[in-house]
T-cell receptor, first 112, second 111 residues
Framework: DGGITQSPKYLFRKEGQNVTLSCEQN?????MYWYRQDPGQGLRLIYY???????QKGDIAEGYSVSREKKESFPLTVTSAQKNPTAFYLC???????????FGPGTRLTVL | QKEVEQNSGPLSVPEGAIASLNCTYS??????FFWYRQYSGKSPELIMS????GDKEDGRFTAQLNKASQYVSLLIRDSQPSDSATYLC???????????FGTGTKLQVIP
């Protein structure tokens, strides 16, 4: 059963804490993406990666970090430097050469 | 500034009617166009992609692309209450598979 999984579904963070959101895919997709969605706004790209051990900043990378040690995994760390992290975080993947992106179920992060 | 614009709605249509959702984009070199459906609290799911001018049909859904006028639309025939969701338009501007999303149009199908 192929797909993209994200965990946890809900995450609560205290101010000043770093938290890591998991994204795993078994679709054998090369490219993976992290987006942030806020109410009334479109999806905004945080980071993307086209191959293992390589990733690029998106439009709103400040306060976030990623790694791509395995093709299947693209975790996102929300650091304490991100001043307004409360949002819905979406991971997506695609095949290189086909820009159709498929989304995981998302993680809703709330800062307490 | 590359932009994708959609009317936020809500667009209300009676059950069984045709719902018409529109999207305009600013970058003339845009290559690929996508429609996603997003239910409240859920992640976007792909409905259709379209790459060439004209119409593309898939079941009750028809995507229409007009590159000269820089708009893409989605028609939903025989609208059902289960079609009530936010519809996101997405456009690839040709750079490293980066896709720009619109803010979405909320559709309400009234039984």
């Amino acid at each position: 059963d192929g797909g993209i999984t994200q965990s946890p579904k809900y995450l609560f963070r205290k101010e000043g804490q770093n938290v890591t959101l998991s994204c795993e895919q078994n679709l054998n997709h090369d490219a993976m993406y992290w987006y942030r969605q806020d109410p009334g706004q479109g999806l905004r790209l945080i980071y993307y990666s086209q191959i293992v051990n390589d990733f690029q900043k998106g439009d709103i990378a400040e306060g976030y970090s990623v790694s791509r040690e395995k093709k299947e995994s693209f975790p996102l760390t929300v650091t304490s430097a991100q001043k307004n992290p409360t949002a819905f975080y979406l991971c997506a993947s695609s095949i290189i050469g086909d820009d159709t992106q498929y989304f995981g179920p998302g993680t809703r992060l709330t800062v307490l | 500034q590359k932009e994708v614009e959609q009317n936020s709605g809500p667009l209300s249509v009676p059950e069984g009617a045709i719902a018409s959702l529109n999207c305009t984009y600013s970058d003339r070199v845009s290559q690929s166009f996508f429609w996603y459906r997003q239910y409240s609290g859920k992640s976007p799911e792909l409905i259709m992609s379209i790459y060439s001018n004209g119409d593309k049909e898939d079941g009750r859904f028809t995507a229409q692309l007009n590159k000269a006028s820089q708009y893409v639309s989605l028609l939903i025939r025989d609208s059902q209450p289960s079609d009530s969701a936010t519809y996101l338009c997405a456009v690839n501007n040709g750079g490293y598979q980066k896709v720009t999303f619109g803010t979405g149009t909320k559709l309400q199908v009234i039984p």
